[in-house]
């Protein structure tokens, strides 16, 4: 079986995704106003994060951070229950990568007597985002994706069976994930070929660039929209030299207002000689980070440091990013990160200070 | 909440997520019968339908098989279906606003193209049939925090949903000389089968309202959450494997119910047979009889009260089905239990297509400035709701103290706003508030906060409305104008944040 016929044999019809994306945004919209008219009311701070969440992931709506920051002060002075806004907080902390704030709002929510099940999985999440007791995180993984078979269990159990470097599992994993989809969202197919992407594109120790493309192509047949699987894509097709198509990809998302799509449009045009638009696209791809990181420093730290690392230009900036990065959440990958830029600043200390971190792990 | 967000599996396409199903007569035209079927809960102006799903509603000949503690109605093998698919989106050029179409396939195997969100629907060229689909209004409303003792607002108010909705000649279609007696359904399920050959299970499911939330989902009964088990079941088919699971989780869930006002109503038996007409769940109407306002559930009341059921029972646009049914399931009509709204946000409409036109999504206006000072010295000005700080206002009266507190200002122009206290906080700097009259909107709150902001402050004003005999850019711009001339007072007195 080819490539392609096993990426069409394992995905299940779902909506067309520009119908998907219209109803998210149209349901994102409607919940908030509804949060506005009641912000105590039982179930619609929570929709609003989800729905926000998935702006975030699928869209690329950079804003969505901002929004769920707004929701988080309101939340606080709605007069709901402690304990549920606290669990509130602690979602839209670790949305933003503020995973010790989240960790605060969670101990809060536990012993306001949140729902364990809810508290437990949220700090699931985040015991792995922060790579922390990485063989409990896995066994519980284990155990509820067995329980389950839930996609979004799979998934998550995936993800870090790729952190493990297990990239086998991983990919049977996820194609297991493929498999059990029995509805119609297309966001959770769009997001399991985005995760065969990454395994196979960033993440495998001998990467495989046509077939990675080949997954993040199925992610954007599913969800054209998907901003963060158009750069990837466009990422290999601008290393493979194919610029039109790299630039094509981007400027259909050009108006999401995710700095990295600025920067990988400005590499583009740079590479085919348009020497004026790139440097234009640059200035607004630096300004975009820029304040971003002004506003959101821990979730945008990694991409941060690697757009300072390379277009950016700014070897210093980005090994700051790359340390505070590791420092929010020490994985193995945010720790390679520092080291490599600290290699490439030429400073030895900083290099030594992480080598010793990771050897400490 | 009727059928709305009725499980795991709803929450992942909403546009799949039924959450009510209509059986009346035409009110205006007696001889016609209408289905309506309702998705996507708390849809947004923009809502489509999934092309990726059949809408279909389901209609059976039913017979009365048994009376009283015995009740029992038993549906045919023969059934009467309209399947609806919708296709992807079309623009007529670039940057114009999307259309869908889709097609009704008809009991009778014509199909009807369907162009959604247009108002007149689509007739078969002999006028049988009759189909739209769109954005409506969303006509259920539930108005109880704690049925039977708690009531509340509707929670559904300005809610809308995606509608399909069938009207056709009854006696062509429903052929009622065979029985004028019926069951429906409505349902939605994936379109195409799944990587190993098999058509993946139905999404949603519904007949009668409030079987999943209310009856399996209620919590009292039991901890597992049955309602996605009950969605995937075959309408009219429940398996024998599972049905009782379920018959179990009903009994202890209308016992719950019948002793929430502390009074049991129920006898074992007739709850018995409560529970065993509800575990067929679809709805029942009758052709040859009256639907009205009021009919909802009495074909089933009156069959396990042993007499014959005088309506044609069905659900109308209208109909108060929560207080019917909560009434029904606490003290089996001993005493009407009327939660704390009487009406939908917009009561249907006695003309096809019968659910009235979708709510303007409220606007929103928000602004905010840094300012130099600290919170505490921008909150002793702006924090007491007395907005004499404000530039555009001349005069102004307080009312009262505390929440419900009223101040009614007189603006530089002479125009008169009055406007209610509904929260303060004085610990986080904030308030928000309704404004009564004064301002072309409705529905209009406030909120006005100040937080820390590096050596600083912020001050963050927001409000949402909606436009009041005016065009939403018009009320926009004036509410615009109030927050942000206040906002540049603030600046000009504190100074800007460096």
């Not at chain 1, 549920?84 to 101990?107: G, K, N, T, W």
């Not at chain 2, 004499?388 to 507190?405: E, I, Y």
């Amino acid at each position: 079986m080819t490539v392609v016929q096993e990426i069409d044999s394992a995905i299940t019809p779902t909506t067309d995704g520009e119908i998907a994306i219209i109803n998210l945004e149209s349901a994102r919209r409607r919940s908030w106003t509804r949060f506005f008219a009641d912000p105590a009311r039982d179930g619609i701070a929570e929709t609003v994060v989800e729905h926000e969440q998935l702006t975030l992931q699928f869209v690329g709506d950079v804003s969505a951070l901002d929004r769920v920051a707004l929701l988080a002060t309101q939340v606080a002075q709605a007069g709901m229950a402690s304990a549920r806004a606290a669990l509130i907080q602690a979602q839209v902390a670790s949305m933003a990568h503020r995973f010790a704030d989240a960790r605060h709002h969670l101990s809060q929510a536990e012993i306001g007597g949140a729902p364990a099940a809810d508290v437990d999985r949220l700090r699931l999440n985040i015991d792995q985002a922060c790579g922390n007791d990485l063989d409990g995180v896995l066994e519980a993984r284990r155990g509820m994706a067995n329980r389950t078979q839930d996609l979004g269990d799979l998934v998550a159990l995936g993800s870090l069976l790729a952190d493990l470097r297990d990239f086998t599992a991983a990919d049977r994993t996820y194609k297991e994930a493929l498999r059990s989809y029995l509805d119609v969202s297309p966001f959770p197919i769009a997001q399991v070929c985005f995760q065969l992407g990454m395994l196979w594109g960033e993440l495998a120790l001998e990467p495989d660039p046509a077939l990675a493309a080949c997954w993040y192509r199925q992610a954007i047949a599913v969800l054209p929209m998907y901003t963060k699987a158009r750069v990837h894509l466009a990422e290999i097709c601008y290393a493979e030299g194919n610029f039109s198509e790299a630039e094509a990809l981007l400027r259909q998302v050009l108006a999401i207002g995710d700095p990295e799509v600025d920067w990988r449009l400005a590499d583009v045009l740079m590479a085919d000689g348009r020497f004026e638009e790139s440097a234009s696209r640059m200035k607004v791809a630096h300004s975009g980070f820029e304040s971003l990181l002004e506003r959101h420093l821990l979730a945008f730290a990694d991409h941060g440091a690697e757009f300072y690392a390379g277009s950016g230009n700014d070897l210093r900036k980005a090994l700051q990013l790359a340390r505070v990065n590791a420092s929010n959440r020490p994985t193995l990958r945010a720790l390679e990160q520092a080291h490599d830029i600290a290699i490439s600043a030429n400073d030895a200390a900083s290099a030594f200070e992480v080598e010793s971190e990771v050897t400490c792990r | 909440m009727s059928d709305h967000i009725d499980g795991p599996r709803q929450v992942g396409d909403p546009a799949a997520d039924l959450s009510d199903l209509f059986a009346f007569i035409s009110p205006e035209n007696h001889s016609r019968t209408v289905l309506a079927a309702c998705v996507f809960p708390s849809a947004g102006t923009s809502a489509m339908f999934s092309n990726a799903v059949e809408y279909a509603i389901a209609v059976r000949w039913v017979t009365v098989a048994g009376l009283g503690d015995g009740a029992k109605f038993q549906p045919g093998e023969e059934e009467i279906r309209f399947s609806c698919r919708f296709d992807n989106l079309k623009r007529a050029t670039a940057g114009t606003s999307p259309v869908q179409s889709g097609t009704c396939t008809l009991p009778d195997g014509r199909t009807l193209p369907i162009v959604v969100n247009d108002e007149k629907g689509t007739s078969t060229p002999d006028g049988v049939f009759r189909i739209f689909a769109g954005l409506r209004s969303d006509p259920f409303y539930l108005a109880w925090l704690d049925p039977p003792t708690r009531k509340g607002p509707n929670l559904l108010l300005h809610d809308n949903v995606l509608s399909i909705v069938i009207e056709f000649d009854t006696r062509r279609v429903l052929d009622p000389d065979k029985g004028t007696l019926f069951g429906a359904i409505a349902e939605t399920v994936p379109l195409k089968p799944n990587v190993i050959g098999q058509k993946p299970p139905r999404i949603d499911w519904v007949g009668r309202p409030e079987q999943t939330n209310m009856r399996l989902g209620n919590t009292a009964a039991g901890p597992l959450d049955l309602r996605d088990l009950w969605n995937q079941e075959t309408p009219f088919a429940i398996s024998a494997d599972l049905k009782p699971v379920f018959h179990q989780r009903l009994t202890a869930s209308l016992k719950n119910w019948d002793m929430r006002d502390g009074v049991a109503d129920w006898t074992p038996a007739a709850l018995a047979a409560n529970v065993n007409v509800f575990l067929d769940d679809f709805l029942l109407f009758d052709v040859a009889k009256p639907t009205t306002d009021t009919s909802h559930l009495e074909i089933e009341k009156s069959t396990i009260n042993g007499r014959a059921y005088q309506t044609g029972g069905g659900r109308t646009v209208n109909a108060n089905v929560i207080d019917i049914l909560v009434t029904w399931m606490v003290n089996r009509d001993r005493e009407f239990i009327q939660g704390g709204a009487t009406a939908a946000t917009k009561p249907g409409t006695n003309a096809f297509p019968y659910l009235a036109s979708p709510n303007t999504e409220l606007q929103m206006v928000a602004d905010s400035v840094d300012l130099a000072a600290t919170p505490d010295a921008v909150w002793a000005l702006i924090g007491g709701f007395d907005p004499a700080w404000h530039p555009l206002v001349a005069k102004v009266t307080m009312t009262g103290s505390g929440v419900g507190q009223l101040r009614t200002i007189e603006t530089i122009d002479g125009k008169q706003i009055i406007e209610r206290l509904d929260q303060s906080d004085t610990s986080s700097r904030f308030y928000r508030y309704t404004s009564l009259s004064g301002i072309p909107a409705s529905n209009y709150t406030g909120a006005l906060g100040v937080k820390p902001k590096g050596d600083g402050s912020v001050v963050e004003w927001r409000s949402q409305f909606l436009a009041d005999n005016q065009p939403d850019i018009v009320v926009k711009a004036i509410v615009s104008a109030l927050l942000k001339t206040g906002l540049a007072s603030l600046k000009q007195r504190f100074g800007a944040a460096k």
